[in-house]
């Protein structure tokens, strides 16, 4: 079975519906044991300090429990922390694992007593505990998260449109998935979300506060907004059924602009069928043959390895796309690119902004690194973490962290992002003004660090404002400049014809 359609997937924690690949349990017939799993992963046994640690946690967990016969649990937890500490992408102290376990437990809502909670909710405590102690993308998934866990990727899920993560006991929006009802309310990249219908969201889980966002089609939500340099606020949403069209196109003159929303398996198939499309529309223009392409990644968060890896491919025909580096540098895979570009050659410009991330990254990076396109905007999200979804012997499955990606440069793009070619800057803030801060992969609480290599710098710098305005409802400055830039031929050009005093 290729190694594609086994465990990588990259996937905002939290996210209304979760993505993933399909796991090892799709490849063979029947549960699979964590021995197995863990031999996938090059893991080992318990040694005797990760078994003291382990009496710990089941010292706690019979005091609380009311079956202290349930052993089915207990080994449930123990298959989880094995996974854990022989995968996690960098090594963790078994006594840290425990600690977090241990205070997920205590923590509990109502306060544990002894003798007295189920031992499937002690356990699932521990677990959540124990996984958010690492980092912000990786988790454990109960039976019926699980359950939900491919929706994501199919492009099909109910819920309110948004990717999401935890900041600071808050939800922190990573995209809003346009054309849902999220993105036609109003809500923007970069949101907190402090109340939900009224309810505080401090105090909840992450995974508490994404039920609470679920729910029928048709029913309604109020979300408090908090949003730099303005006051809280409500937001109205109506839950529906998001169906994400994942790719869309159009013709700006003799350019051709395509737009990938987000990897889901979709992606393929219809990026493949909208370069036909496109370059069918263009042979009967009356503004004649593809003269360039804009490929527009802003807002991405990301999707599926194997999509990133194909739409990578689609505009190169040779050299690394990605490669990615588990804790024991043995496990270090490599993903090159074949003959065959969609484009035919056409010259490139890709959009990206700080809600590009992940997969969208990888795409970025690549076109970047190989000089196959020209990247404009501003900087990325900067999340270069690799999560799998491994279902548990017992039940349930962990997201788990095993891996950091990096770019055909050699650098990671985890925490600092991938740099434009040429940035566009936001409004031009009046004297004494201060930018608001634009939050990334780096402010997130336990976010992976990246590396200290340094980066080509940037070609030009301008503001937005100095765009042309561009798109089917004119309006987007950062698209105009893109066009701008493909007409123009060099960065020379360009520049004197938008910004013409620099």
């Not at 031999?39 to 009311?66: C, H, M, P, V, W």
């Not at 303005?230 to 869309?248: G, L, M, Y």
């Not at 991405?300 to 194909?310: A, M, T």
């Not at 803030?429 to 080509?456: C, F, H, M, Q, V």
Request: glycine share 10%; hydrophobic share 40%; with cysteine.
């Amino acid at each position: 079975m290729n190694r594609l359609s086994q465990l990588i997937a990259f996937a905002f924690g939290g996210a209304l519906a979760f993505a993933a690949l399909q796991s090892l349990s799709a490849c063979s017939q029947g549960q699979l044991s964590i021995d197995q799993v863990v031999r996938a992963f090059g893991g080992s046994a318990i040694d005797a300090t990760g078994q003291r640690e382990l009496k710990r946690f089941y010292e706690t967990f019979d005091a609380y429990t009311n079956d202290a016969n349930d052993v089915r649990h207990r080994d449930h937890f123990r298959d989880a922390f094995r996974l854990v500490r022989a995968n996690y992408v960098v090594k963790v102290d078994d006594a840290q694992l425990i600690d977090a376990a241990l205070k997920g437990m205590v923590d509990m809502e109502p306060p544990p007593r002894r003798g007295s909670v189920a031992p499937e909710l002690l356990v699932e405590a521990a677990l959540d505990g124990m996984m958010a102690s690492l980092d912000p993308h990786s988790s454990y998934l109960n039976p019926s998260e699980y359950k939900e866990s491919n929706i994501i990727t199919k492009g099909e899920f109910g819920g309110l449109g948004i990717e999401v993560t935890m900041e600071e006991g808050l939800i922190k929006v990573i995209s809003p998935i346009e054309d849902t009802p999220a993105y036609r309310a109003g809500v923007q990249a970069g949101d907190l979300i402090t109340h939900l219908d009224g309810v505080p969201i401090k105090g909840k889980t992450l995974t508490d506060a994404v039920k609470i966002m679920r729910g029928r089609p048709g029913t309604g939500i109020r979300l408090t907004i908090s949003r730099a340099d303005t006051a809280p606020f409500d937001i109205a949403v109506v839950r529906a059924v998001i169906v994400v069209r994942s790719v869309r196109w159009h013709l700006e003159g003799n350019i051709g602009y395509v737009r990938v929303m987000s990897f889901t398996s979709q992606v393929e198939p219809k990026l493949e069928e909208a370069m036909a499309d496109m370059f069918a529309a263009a042979a009967v223009a009356n503004d004649g043959p593809l003269r360039g392409l804009v490929l527009d990644l802003r807002n991405n968060p990301g999707g599926l390895l194997d999509q990133s890896l194909f739409v990578s491919d689609a505009f190169l025909e040779s050299g690394v796309i990605v490669s990615v580096r588990e804790r024991n540098p043995r496990n270090e895979r490599v993903y090159m690119a074949g003959p065959g570009d969609l484009s035919h050659g056409l010259p490139m410009v890709v959009l990206i902004n700080g809600g590009s991330a992940s997969a969208s990254e990888i795409v970025a990076g690549a076109l970047k690194d190989q000089g196959r396109a020209v990247i404009m905007g501003r900087r990325s999200f900067g999340k270069a973490s690799v999560q799998i979804i491994q279902p548990l012997p017992v039940e349930g499955a962990l997201k788990l962290t095993t891996a950091r990606y990096y770019a055909p440069s050699g650098h990671t793009i985890q925490a600092r992002g991938v740099s434009p070619d040429i940035i566009l800057n936001g409004p031009l803030p009046t004297e004494g003004d201060d930018a608001p801060k634009i939050r990334r992969e780096a402010d997130l609480p336990g976010a992976l660090g990246g590396d200290s290599l340094s980066e080509k710098a940037a070609t030009a710098t301008l503001a937005r404002e100095q765009c042309p305005k561009a798109g089917p409802e004119g309006e987007d400055m950062e698209l105009g400049c893109a066009l701008a830039y493909l007409r123009a031929g060099s960065a020379k050009a360009f520049m004197s014809a938008v910004a013409p005093a620099q």
